[in-house]
């Protein structure tokens, strides 16, 4: 456990853009049910955490890239963390969305990407990759070389690491479930007994149900 990701954990069980419910789960979209609900853009609302963020993304991006040209945020969630990545390495910025506009010009990526630009993709949170990777594979598809990803957060599921591992996508969090989990029982947020319901869930979401 970084002392980077020791932090980013707690600021954000703290801004409660992480709600920990072990045993009054909430209902995702997907229809799993989960103990944890996670909302990064929370984060945005309070200046001194969103401060830490933006410089332990800078720090995470230079310790394990080579110098990006440009930054790109996926949207909605890292469009805003992306522009503040990109303002404090001084870059240029553009965002991806999650499928083109049905008007005008019909952006897919939207600010200006010349082809060859060395991209790094921000994110604000993987969960299976999917719609993370989808931006990734529209970069490349308007001629950016994309040297990888940073997200402030990930649950570490398998099939995320399995589908970045065969999108040949070098991934960086700036913390993740287990660090979450061990910095919440740290400081009280949750108990012992609490901690292997929170275990059994990431191991087997879709299947998971609280006893």
């Known amino acids: 456990m970084t002392e980077i990701s020791r932090k980013v954990a707690g600021y954000l069980l703290e801004s409660?853009?992480?709600i920990l419910e072990p045993k009054n789960p909430f209902t995702w979209a997907s229809g799993w049910k989960s103990p944890i609900y996670c909302d990064n853009r929370?984060?945005?609302?309070h200046p001194g955490i969103r401060d830490f963020i933006k410089e332990a993304f800078r720090i995470t991006i230079s310790e394990h890239y080579e110098t990006p040209g440009i930054i790109a945020g996926v949207a909605t969630g890292a469009i805003a963390q992306g522009s503040l990545v990109a303002?404090?390495?001084?870059?240029?910025?553009?965002?991806v969305r999650p499928s083109a506009k049905e008007h005008g010009r019909q952006?897919?990526?939207?600010?200006?990407?010349?082809?060859g630009q060395k991209a790094l993709v921000v994110e604000d949170l993987i969960s299976t990759g999917g719609s993370s990777l989808k931006a990734v594979e529209a970069l490349r598809k308007a001629g950016a070389n994309v040297l990888g990803m940073v997200a402030i957060f990930s649950y570490g599921f398998e099939v995320a690491t399995e589908n970045f591992r065969a999108?040949?996508?070098?991934?960086?969090?700036l913390t993740n479930y287990h660090v979450l989990i061990e910095t919440a029982l740290a400081t009280g947020y949750i108990h012992k007994e609490e901690v292997e319901l929170l275990q059994q869930w990431r191991e087997d979401p879709a299947g998971w149900n609280v006893k």
């Open 16 to 18: 409660k853009a992480v």
């Open 42 to 45: 929370i984060t945005l609302s």
């Open 87 to 95: 303002d404090i390495m001084k870059l240029p910025f553009v965002y």
């Open 107 to 115: 952006n897919l990526i939207e600010g200006h990407l010349e082809a």
């Open 167 to 173: 999108a040949g996508v070098e991934l960086h969090t």
